[in-house]
C-alpha cells in the first residue's frame, strides 16, 4: 500500500495563545476562592454559640412554679363542735334585743313611719261580690290600690270609663230647692247595672260640690230594682257642679271598681269663692281639727289627722273618709285610712296627683254625728 502522509507537527511556537492561557489559569477563579474560603462564614461562628437560641429559651428559670411537685399533706380534720350551742344562744338573744329596741322606736315614732303598710298579694281566684277594703288605698279612675310613686290615680273627670257609662236623667237645678236627682250606670250593651259591690258599707258613693270647690257634699243613693240611683238633692248657690260617682260594678262576672262623673247646672248670679288659706288647723261644728304630713307627687306620705274635742268613731267601716280634689278641673281621689287609730289619730297614705291646689275633706264621726272638715292643700 503506498504510504499515507503524515500531518505535520506543529512547532511549540505555533500553539495558539488561547492554550497558553489555559495553562496559566488550569485552576479556574472559582476553585481558587474555594480553597482560600474552604470554611464558610458560617462556620466561622465561635464554638460556644453552636447551641441554637431556642434551646437556651427551654431553660427553665429557676423562679418558675414546677405545678408538677406533690402537695403537702392536708389536716382533714374537722373543726371542733364545742362551741356552737353557745354561739347559737348568743345569738338567739341578740336577735330578742333587737326585736325589743325595733318595738320601743316605733312606740317612739308614734307609728309615723315612713313607708306604708303592705298589702295582700293578689290572687287568682274569682272576686267576691263585697270588697274588703282594709288596707289604706285610694280610688281614682282605674279603681282601687295604693298610691305609686308616679301619682295618685284620679277619676271623675269622664262620663265614660272602662266600658261603663253615667247618665243622669236630668241635670238642672233651683238654687236652694230640694229636687230628686236621679241616674243610671249603664253597661257596654245599653242596659243599667244592677249588680254592685259592697265598699265601705255602701255600693256607690256620690260626691257633690261646686267648680269653686264649695258645697261639698258626699251622698249614698238608693238603687231601684232596674238600677235607677236616686235621691233627693239641695244645691245652695247658683253655678256648676260636679257629680262624681265612686262605685264597683259587678258586669260580666268581673269587678269594675271606678269612679265617673257628670255637670250639673244651677241657675243665677255665679259668684266663685277664693280658695281658703293654707291652714293645717280647722275648727267644724265646734271641733278642732288638724293635720300633720306633707303630701307629695313622688312618694307616698302618711297623714295624721288629729281630732280635739271628741273620740273619733268607726264611721262607713273605717275611722275616716278623705277626699282630694284638683282646683281647675276636680280631678278626684278617694282614700281610706288604716284599720286602727295611731295613738288617737286617723292615719292615711297619700301621693297628689299632680303639683296644683287642692281642698281636702275630712269625713269622721263623734258621737254618732257626722262631721266634715276641709283645708286648702297646695302641693309644690
Known amino acids: 500500500m503506498p504510504d499515507q502522509p503524515r500531518k505535520a507537527e506543529a512547532a511549540p511556537d505555533e500553539r495558539p495563545e488561547k492554550n497558553e492561557q489555559l495553562e496559566e489559569n488550569e485552576r479556574p477563579e472559582k476553585n481558587r476562592q474555594l480553597e482560600e474560603n474552604e470554611r464558610p462564614e458560617k462556620n466561622e461562628q465561635p464554638e460556644e454559640n453552636e447551641q441554637p437560641e431556642k434551646a437556651k429559651a427551654k431553660t427553665k428559670p429557676k423562679w418558675v412554679l414546677d405545678v408538677t411537685a406533690e402537695p403537702e399533706d392536708q389536716d382533714d380534720t374537722p373543726a371542733p363542735k364545742g362551741n356552737e350551742g353557745f354561739r347559737f344562744a ?54 282601687s290600690g295604693l298610691t305609686s310613686t308616679a301619682g295618685a290615680a284620679v277619676g271623675g273627670l269622664s262620663l265614660s270609663s272602662d266600658g261603663l257609662t253615667l247618665h243622669p236623667d236630668a241635670t238642672s237645678f233651683r238654687a236652694g230647692t230640694k229636687q230628686r236627682l236621679s241616674f243610671t250606670v ?29 258645697g261639698f257634699q258626699h251622698l249614698h243613693p238608693a238603687m231601684a230594682a232596674d238600677g235607677t240611683w236616686s235621691l233627693d238633692l239641695t244645691l245652695a248657690e247658683p253655678g256648676v257642679y260636679r257629680m262624681i260617682a265612686d262605685f264597683t260594678a259587678l258586669v260580666g262576672g268581673r269587678q ?16 266663685p269663692v277664693p280658695l281658703p288659706a293654707a291652714d293645717r288647723t280647722v275648727t267644724t261644728d265646734g271641733l278642732t281639727v288638724s293635720y300633720a304630713g306633707t303630701p307629695g307627687t313622688q312618694a307616698v306620705q302618711p297623714l295624721l289627722m288629729t281630732v280635739t274635742g271628741g273620740a273619733v268613731e268607726p264611721y262607713l267601716g273605717a275611722y275616716g273618709h278623705l277626699v282630694v280634689v284638683r282646683q281647675g278641673d276636680l280631678a278626684y281621689v278617694h282614700v281610706h285610712p288604716e284599720q286602727q287609730l295611731v295613738d288617737g289619730k286617723v292615719k292615711f297614705w297619700i301621693t297628689a296627683p299632680s303639683p296644683g291646689d287642692y281642698r281636702m275633706f275630712f269625713d269622721f264621726q263623734v258621737a254618732g254625728r257626722v262631721h266634715t272638715a276641709a283645708w286648702t292643700l297646695r302641693v309644690g
Open 90 to 143: 348568743a345569738f338567739g338573744a341578740l336577735l330578742v334585743v333587737v326585736l325589743f329596741a325595733g318595738y320601743g322606736l316605733g312606740r317612739l315614732n308614734n307609728g309615723t313611719s315612713a313607708s306604708p303598710p303592705a298589702t295582700p298579694a293578689a290572687t287568682g281566684s274569682a272576686a267576691p261580690a263585697a270588697v274588703n277594703e282594709n288596707m289604706p288605698h285610694t280610688h281614682g279612675a282605674a279603681g
Open 186 to 214: 249603664d253597661a257596654p250593651g245599653g242596659a243599667p247595672v244592677t249588680s254592685y259591690a259592697i265598699v265601705h258599707d255602701k255600693p256607690l258613693h256620690l260626691i257633690v260640690l261646686r267648680r269653686d270647690l264649695t
Open 256 to 271: 269594675i271598681a271606678t269612679t265617673l262623673g257628670a255637670d250639673l247646672t244651677v241657675a243665677g248670679d255665679y259668684r
